[in-house]
């Protein structure tokens, strides 16, 4: 499996697969058709399938454009948000399972960023797309669901196998990272994640994908049982999802 990973708009990545098996392309999210269609051109790929991860418009804009000049065949996405999706072909719902050529995908829900975000993770291929609900050092904000929801669909996430890439929806590394190291100062392997992070960014290059063995180690929203993090929020007797919930009250506020 090829990936190509590139900045859109202007912090949105695009992701294309591109299976040599079978010549099979399949895109994550449609950020700008326009710059989609212009790196399928430079790799001489044929877009076949889109997947969607949930409405907002930076991420569905590219639907109408990549529609009319490509050979796309399906476009994918959340039940939950069909009416939300303009050109939507095939819905899917948690736990679903569904084949691509030779790659099998399973649907994950994972709403709190929208109610109806899903999450799509590629077993044999260790790779998970999880657009803005988790972010690498941070997660999506809150805009249609509740706290509950986010931190269920993270434990969700957090359960994959430890090599599991994820790439995301945006580059918001090294903002989320400067939030986590007021949360988790003393985290060496945040500290080191940070140093990488910067000088990535300096290069102009990209900070994803990462794994979850990563954020295991340096997201704090994956990190709410964390000793440390917690008496630095005074809240050392708390839930796990009240932790969560205070972190991400904290994180608007940054
Ligand atoms: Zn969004
Ligand atoms: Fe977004």
């Given amino acids: 499996m090829l990936i190509e990973q590139f900045l859109c708009r202007t912090d949105n990545f695009a992701v294309l697969l591109h299976n040599e098996a079978d010549g099979i392309t399949i895109a994550i999210d449609a950020p700008s058709g326009a710059s989609i269609a212009t790196k399928l051109n430079e790799m001489k790929w044929n877009l076949n399938f889109l997947l969607i991860t949930h409405h907002h418009v930076d991420h569905t804009e590219g639907i109408p454009l990549l529609k009319k000049e490509t050979g796309i065949i399906q476009i994918i996405g959340p039940e939950a948000e069909k009416s939300k999706i303009q050109g939507l072909q095939h819905t899917v719902n948690d736990t679903d399972i569904f084949q691509i050529g030779t790659c099998k995908f399973e649907v994950i829900a994972t709403p709190g960023h929208t109610t109806g975000a899903i999450s799509y993770y590629i077993p044999e291929e260790k790779l998970v797309f999880t657009g803005d609900t988790l972010f690498s050092l941070g997660c999506?904000?809150?805009?249609?669901?509740?706290?509950?929801?986010?931190?269920?669909?993270?434990?969700?996430?957090?359960?994959?196998?430890?090599?599991?890439?994820?790439?995301?929806?945006?580059?918001?590394?090294?903002?989320?990272?400067?939030?986590a190291l007021t949360i988790d100062p003393n985290n060496q392997a945040l500290q080191n994640r940070m140093k990488d992070v910067v000088t990535l960014r300096s290069q102009g290059k990209m900070?994803?994908?990462?794994?979850?063995?990563?954020?295991?180690?340096?997201?704090?929203?994956?990190?709410c049982t964390d000793i440390a993090i917690r008496k630095n929020l005074g809240m050392s007797h708390a839930s796990d999802e009240k932790v969560f919930s205070e972190l991400r009250r904290r994180k608007d506020n940054f």
Avoid at 156 to 166: F, G, Q, R, Y
Avoid at 207 to 223: C, G, K, V, Y
């Fill in 207 to 223: 900070t994803l994908p990462s794994t979850i063995a990563l954020e295991h180690a340096t997201n704090p929203f994956l990190r």
């Fill in 140 to 179: 999506g904000r809150l805009f249609e669901d509740t706290s509950a929801s986010m931190f269920s669909s993270l434990q969700k996430l957090s359960k994959l196998p430890d090599n599991t890439k994820i790439y995301c929806g945006h580059e918001y590394t090294e903002s989320n990272g400067q939030f």
